[in-house]
C-alpha cells in the first residue's frame, strides 16, 4: 500500500466536475469521503509555473519559473534552481515516484521512465487518448511496487479543453479521468487530487494564455481559469493554496 497518492489533473474545473458527479463516480466518492474545496491562482494562471509552486513549495517569485520556454530556451530541470518535493523525501530515504509533471516539456519523471507521444505537445484526440491511457497503465504498474509516495500528472484534459471546450466530448475526456482515479485510488491510505487551474470559455478568462488561432489555424475555445480544484482523503495539513500542496506532501510523510 501506498502512503500517499498524489493524482494531479492539468485544467480540471469544478463547473465541468460539479454538475456531473453522477457520471463521475470515483470523483464523487473521493468528494464524499473526503473533503473538497476551490484553490484560487493568485499568479500567473500558467502550468509550468503552477506545477512548479505546488511541488517546490515556492512562490513564482521564489522558484522563478516562469514558463516551459524562458528567453529562446527550453527550459529543462536543471534550470530550475530549487529542490522539488521528491528531492528532499528522497534525501531522507522516502521512496518516491513521480511520473510526468508538466512543469518542463516533455513532463518531468522522478525514479521512473515514460515518454509521451509527441513529447507531451500532440493535441491530437487519438494521440492524447492513447497516452492517457498510458500513463494510467505506467501508474497502476508503479502503485503495485508500494513507492512510500507517488505523484502522476495527467495533462490531456488542458488540451481537450482548450480546443473543445464547450463541447459534448470534454465530458468525456473527465469520465477518462474518473475512470482512472478509480483504478488507482485503491492503492494508496492518503490521497490529494489537485488542478493547476481551472477552465471558462476563452473570451471569459482574464488572460487569454494562448493565441486566438494555433499555429495550424485551428480555433481555441478554452482557457485557463484561476479556480482550481483540490480534494483530500485522509489528509489532515490545511491546504488554502497551491503551494500548501508540498507542505501537506511534507507533513503527511511525516517529515517537517
Ligand atoms: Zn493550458
Known sequence: ??????????????????????????????????????????????????WATIFSGKTLEEHKHSNFVIDGKLQARDDIKVPFIWDLLEERGIDVKALQIPFIMPPYNFKCEYMPIGYGASKN?????????AITEKALSIL???????????????????????????????KKIDTALGMLMGHADKIIVVSDHGFCARGEAKVQTLPEMSADGEKLKGDHHEEAILITKNVNYEIREHKDVFNAIMHEMGEK
Open 125 to 133: 484526440l487519438n494521440e492524447l487518448e492513447q497516452d492517457t491511457d
Open 1 to 50: 500500500m501506498t502512503k500517499l497518492l498524489v493524482v494531479g489533473v492539468d485544467g480540471a474545473a469544478w463547473g465541468v466536475i460539479r454538475p456531473n458527479l453522477d457520471r463521475l463516480p470515483y470523483f464523487a466518492k473521493l468528494m464524499r469521503e473526503g473533503k473538497h474545496k476551490s484553490l484560487i491562482v493568485k499568479e500567473q494562471v500558467l502550468s509550468p509555473s503552477l
Open 144 to 174: 503495485k511496487q508500494n513507492p512510500e509516495l507517488f505523484i502522476v500528472v495527467f495533462s490531456a484534459l488542458d488540451k481537450v479543453q482548450h480546443f473543445h471546450w464547450g463541447e459534448g466530448l470534454v465530458l468525456g475526456w473527465y
